[in-house]
T-cell receptor
Framework: SQQGEEDPQALSIQEGENATMNCSYK?????LQWYRQNSGRGLVHLIL?????REKHSGRLRVTLDTSKKSSSLLITASRAADTASYFC?????????FGEGTQLTVNP | NAGVMQNPRHLVRRRGQEARLRCSPM?????VYWYRQLPEEGLKFMVY????????ESGMPKERFSAEFPKEGPSILRIQQVVRGDSAAYFC????????????FGSGTRLTVV
């Protein structure tokens, strides 16, 4: 398995519910980033958490990082139909990002 | 302040032709990265460039692919003698010297080889 694996591969929820996506990685990192990609579009940077941070918030987003378990989670609270997209975690070791395969989130109205 | 600009958005090439993809980084960004995304997959790193220098090309296929970031003008990803397997979305990202706030991605070029 490769660096930056998301779990689950696909998630379908109702509007207003919370969505949690997990990411595991294998090597040491400088930071971990989460991106969103709408179908057929480019990536939008959501949040960056450094290796010495454990939790970070940005609006309805909450990211945790556990370096001992080499894992991270992205929580989207009070989801909206507009949150429907693919979500990728990416680990940064200084000169490149290594992406996982992504979680496809569908929020049903 | 325009973001990362990629062109063309869509490119169709016949097998054996050359594809040239362009990327203009954000103003003030001196680092450019190219990634490739196959359908239903995540992005795979290809190459990292600074002005006039290739810093890391470990993700580039050994043949037919090349990249440059000249002193003036956009970064160019060039694919010679394209094959059907080159069909993918190619994304460019840029960052300042210290990418402490994430990378900025362009909207991508979708290459279709027919």
């Amino acid at each position: 398995s490769q660096q930056g694996e998301e779990d689950p591969q696909a998630l379908s929820i109702q509007e207003g519910e919370n969505a949690t996506m997990n990411c595991s990685y294998k090597t040491s990192i400088n930071n971990l980033q989460w991106y969103r990609q709408n179908s057929g579009r480019g990536l939008v940077h959501l949040i960056l958490i450094r290796s010495n941070e454990r939790e970070k918030h940005s609006g309805r987003l909450r990211v945790t990082l556990d370096t001992s378990k080499k894992s991270s989670s992205l929580l989207i609270t009070a989801s909206r139909a507009a949150d429907t997209a693919s979500y990728f975690c990416a680990t940064d070791r200084g000169s490149r990002l290594t992406f996982g395969e992504g979680t496809q989130l569908t929020v049903n109205p | 302040n325009a973001g990362v600009m990629q062109n063309p958005r869509h490119l169709v090439r016949r097998r054996g032709q050359e594809a040239r993809l362009r990327c203009s980084p954000m103003k003030g960004h001196s680092h450019v990265y190219w990634y490739r995304q196959l359908p239903e997959e995540g992005l795979k790193f290809m190459v990292y460039l600074q002005k006039e220098n290739i810093i890391d090309e470990s993700g580039m296929p050994k043949e037919r692919f090349s990249a440059e970031f000249p002193k003036e003008g956009p970064s160019i990803l060039r694919i010679q003698q394209v094959v059907r397997g080159d069909s993918a979305a190619y994304f460019c990202a840029s960052s300042p010297d210290s990418p402490n706030y994430g990378y900025t991605f362009g909207s991508g070029t979708r290459l279709t080889v027919v």
